[in-house]
């Protein structure tokens, strides 16, 4: 069966701090894409990646990064720098689809707070 | 940028009443989607629609619920009589038949059932 786990419920930083949000997800599919999303007080949900289960490489995008690992089925999110503007709650999340356009399975997300 | 239009933002109704959320997803798009989330909790799959039909359905989604793709344009989500428990944050979903930039969402319509 299909699920991500982000088992840090909230994490509270000071400004400038970095800090990494933790993703863990299960699938018996060899084909997968995972999706972080962002959502601000204001509720909307803000997509920051996707990634393919073929493709390992890191990404860096500005402050933000990704590390997906497919040995521990892991991809986990790190934000450099931390700002009182990355306060939010993030999300984690699994498509088995091999084109991205089957139902998204969310984790339980994380919550960031950063204190100026 | 395209992006996916939810009216209305906020809606309050009564238990009992029927409520129609309504959705305009990106034009080129042919998956379109229904999430909700309930205040504090994770965003959870309602339905899934593709070339006007249901392709698939969570067990939330009773008969209580329907969708529609009324004039091509729209794609709305029907709460018939609506409970206590509904009251939730409702996403609609759009991606395009690569889902190259993945699903994009709409700003959810908040629907309190008092």
């Known amino acids: 069966a299909q699920k991500v786990t982000q088992a840090q419920t909230e994490i509270s930083v000071v400004e400038k701090e970095d800090v990494t949000l933790d993703c863990v997800y299960e699938?018996?599919?060899?084909?997968?894409?995972l999706f972080w999303y962002k959502q601000p007080p204001s509720g909307e949900l803000v997509f920051l990646i996707r990634?393919?289960?073929?493709?390992?490489q890191n990404e860096i995008s500005g402050r933000y990064s990704w590390n997906f690992q497919k040995s521990t089925s892991s991809f986990n999110f790190t934000i450099t720098a931390s700002q009182v503007v990355d306060s939010a709650v993030y999300f984690c999340?699994?498509?088995?689809?091999?084109?991205?356009?089957?139902?998204?399975?969310f984790g339980t997300g994380t919550r960031l707070q950063v204190f100026p | 940028e395209p992006e996916v239009t939810q009216t209305p933002s906020h809606q309050v109704t009564q238990m009992g009443q029927e409520v129609i959320l309504r959705c305009v997803p990106i034009?080129?798009?042919?998956?379109f989607y229904w999430y909700r989330q309930i205040l504090g909790q994770k965003v959870e799959f309602l339905v899934s629609?593709?070339?006007?039909?249901?392709?698939?359905k969570s067990e939330i989604f009773d008969d209580q619920f329907s969708v529609e793709r009324p004039d091509g344009s729209n794609f709305t989500l029907k709460i018939r009589s609506t409970k206590l428990e509904d009251s939730a944050m409702y996403f609609c979903?759009?991606?395009?038949?690569?889902?190259?930039?993945?699903?994009?969402f709409g700003s959810g319509t908040r629907l309190t059932v008092v």
């Open positions: 629609f593709y070339n006007n039909e249901i392709s698939e």
């Open positions: 990634r393919n289960s073929f493709d390992e």
């Open positions: 999340a699994l498509s088995e689809a091999p084109r991205g356009t089957d139902k998204l399975i």
């Open positions: 979903a759009s991606s395009g038949q690569q889902g190259s930039y993945g699903y994009t």
């Open positions: 699938t018996r599919d060899t084909t997968y894409y």
């Open positions: 034009s080129n798009h042919l998956y």
